[in-house]
């Protein structure tokens, strides 16, 4: 009867062992997503991924770090920073100084920048800028579109004055410190307008075709990490997902990170975030997949950025666009 008592005693504890191993939290891990901007309702698919758990579900834990680094690449590139949102063109940039990183998933699948002026200055095309003074902040994707509109219409970088005005593109418009800024054609005319200004856009796709904004991280990180690359990637998916199926909560979700709004504003950014959704997606991500981008339009991209002198010489498409993590 003893040897029996103890017996159950010990399957007791076995089992409530297993139990404890079982229900106990996953242990999360940290990891940092360079933003590389300021809070912002396009950020949507990592804010909802963050408040409807998806992070926590991987065993993630995100923090997103707002600094404007100009060498966020470099630093998701040797590990310092997990992972980045940064633009196709960027990406191609850095692999073109052998920064290894690597494109993991779309957000843009159309590339948003575009040169912005008031309607009264007459700036139509790309031609009406020489002898004129462009904010923008000088690095980035923002200047990388603005040199390539300048080239593709023939002009030379002397024959515009460009200004670093950092992220101050509406009031830099509004206050005529420039003549026309370079912003995102989803958010600065949209405000603009909002605010009851009549504006000109030149929107870069009708000069070039680049690769939108994305998920991106180092090579080495692939190579060491895959499996907390298909966490990341696939909380950050999920997010998108139910961005696109849920705007109204997504915006929602958004306001908490941008509490400094007023009842304008809050308008104001509906209106971006709107625009916005309508460029995470296209034709090709219609039918391959969503958070996907065309090999092809990789190629593209750099035999552009070869000709306008911006990268020395292509690189695999291979080596940069890795899309493995996402769903089928």
């Known amino acids: 009867m003893k040897k029996k008592l103890v017996l159950l005693l010990v399957a007791a504890v076995l089992l409530l062992g297993g139990v404890l191993f079982w229900t106990r939290p ?3 891990r940290t990891v940092t997503l360079a933003m590389t901007y300021i809070p912002n309702v396009q950020f949507a698919p990592w804010y909802v991924a963050e408040e409807k758990g998806y992070f926590r579900e991987e065993g993630l834990e995100v923090v997103f770090d707002y600094r404007m680094d ?8 040797t590990g310092k920073m997990d ?3 940064a633009g196709g063109d960027q990406v191609l940039v850095a ?3 052998g920064i290894p990183v690597v494109y993991l998933m779309s957000l843009y699948a159309e590339f948003p920048p575009a040169v912005i002026a008031k309607a009264e200055t007459g700036i139509k095309t790309a031609t009406d800028l020489k002898g004129k003074t462009v904010g923008l902040p000088l690095y980035g994707t923002n200047l990388l579109a603005v040199q390539a509109i300048l080239r593709r219409a023939g002009l030379a970088e002397k024959d515009v004055h460009l200004v670093d ?4 593109q509406i009031p830099s ?7 026309a800024v370079v912003g995102f054609a989803n958010n600065e005319p949209i405000k603009l307008k909002a605010m009851g200004v009549a504006v000109n856009q030149i929107n870069s796709w009708d000069y070039f075709s680049l690769v939108g904004h994305g998920l991106i991280t180092g090579a080495g990180k692939v190579e060491k990490a895959p499996a907390e690359v298909g966490k990341m990637v696939r909380a950050s998916y999920k997010g998108l997902q139910y961005a696109l199926a849920h705007p109204e909560e997504a915006f929602a979700i958004c306001l908490k990170y941008l509490p400094e709004l007023g009842e304008e504003q809050k308008k104001q950014e509906w209106e971006v975030l709107k625009a916005s959704m309508a460029l995470w997606e296209n034709d090709y991500t219609r039918t391959y997949g969503l958070g996907r981008s065309d090999p092809a339009s990789w190629e593209d991209a750099q035999q552009l950025m070869i000709e306008l002198g911006m990268i020395p010489q292509a690189t695999p498409v291979g080596e940069i666009l890795n899309l493995s993590f996402l769903p089928e």
Not at 70 to 77: F, G, K, N, P, T
Not at 165 to 168: A, F, H
């Open 173 to 179: 418009l509004l206050e005529d410190k420039v003549d």
């Open 95 to 97: 692999r073109g100084q």
């Open 26 to 28: 996953v242990q999360s």
């Open 70 to 77: 100009i060498d966020a690449l470099q630093l998701v590139a």
């Open 165 to 168: 005005i950092g992220y101050t």
């Open 83 to 85: 992972y980045a949102i």
